[in-house]
């Protein structure tokens, strides 16, 4: 199958999961079910693209290289945006605990940035003990079985900044209650999104709890072709940039995007 489509197939599952739990903590009845599978296909996906980019061969290490690209793109165009929305404010990253520091995310957000931002801290929620001392079965258990609010307000404990960039989204649960946000850690920082969902956080962009977050279009293009020279040219083909500004319009335009 065409790496592609495996991205492509990845991505809908990992928001799939996200989704799911989603609804499963509801008590909706096939929340708990699509979570799994969801996850389950993640990580055969994830095995599958693993394995293909390392033994592959030519074609699987050009498709590599073009994903990365993209993924450098849609946070490259998101701390563009920062840089001239905040220039001159202190931020905290949030990342994924089983990224490097030297991701394609983390890279282009930074090369975004430019200085513009200082970034204070970067910071990672510990994952787990693994179950049964095999160190591979922490990987079994999706982050938004463990990554709670209790964890966040735990992480941030002592720590201050204007922004909080989280790459891995915020815990269930957490979100904006009124004009600020249900976590104390939280409370009088703006929130943005460089990864995970935003389906739940309608109500923080409409409040300005989050000024900006970057996520996919539901209508992305996935093809074979080079990574467009023209960043903005490249952004487009498959990442939206939602802001606290342009909320309505989005929502408007791609309501499946957030939740009703």
């Keep these: 199958m ?51 980019n390392s033994f592959g061969g030519g074609q699987n290490k050009s498709a590599q290289a073009r994903e990365i690209e993209y993924q450098k793109v849609m946070t490259r165009q998101l701390g563009n945006y920062l840089k001239e929305k905040f220039s001159g404010k202190k931020a905290i990253i949030i990342k994924d605990p089983y ?12 090369e975004g940035l430019d200085g513009a931002i200082t970034i204070v801290d ?33 992480m941030m404990k002592g720590k201050d900044a204007d922004i909080i960039i989280t790459t891995i989204g915020l815990p269930m649960g957490v979100g ?11 409370k009088g920082k703006k929130v943005v999104f460089a990864g995970g969902s935003i389906y739940e956080h309608g109500r923080g962009f409409a409040t300005g709890c989050i000024a900006a977050a970057v996520t996919y279009k539901p209508n992305a293009e996935y093809d074979e072709k080079p990574v467009p020279k023209d960043q903005q040219a490249a952004f487009d083909k498959r990442f939206l940039l939602v802001t606290s500004d342009n909320f309505a319009e989005v929502s408007k335009t791609h309501p499946d995007i957030f939740q009703h």
Excluded: H, R
């Design 122 to 154: 970067t910071i990672y929620p510990e994952p787990p003990k693994p179950k049964g001392g095999d160190p591979d079965m922490e990987m079994m258990d999706p982050m938004e079985t463990w990554y709670t609010k209790k964890v966040l307000e735990e």
């Design 99 to 110: 990224t490097k520091e030297d991701s394609p995310s983390l890279v282009g957000l930074n």
């Design 2 to 52: 065409n790496n592609i489509l495996m991205y492509a197939i990845l991505a809908l599952a990992a928001i799939g999961a996200i989704v799911g739990w989603s609804n499963s903590k509801k008590g909706v009845a096939w929340g708990q079910p699509v979570t799994i599978l969801c996850a389950i296909i993640a990580i055969a996906i994830g095995g599958y693209l693993s394995w293909s």
């Design 176 to 186: 904006c209650a009124g004009k600020e946000f249900n976590a104390n850690c939280l």
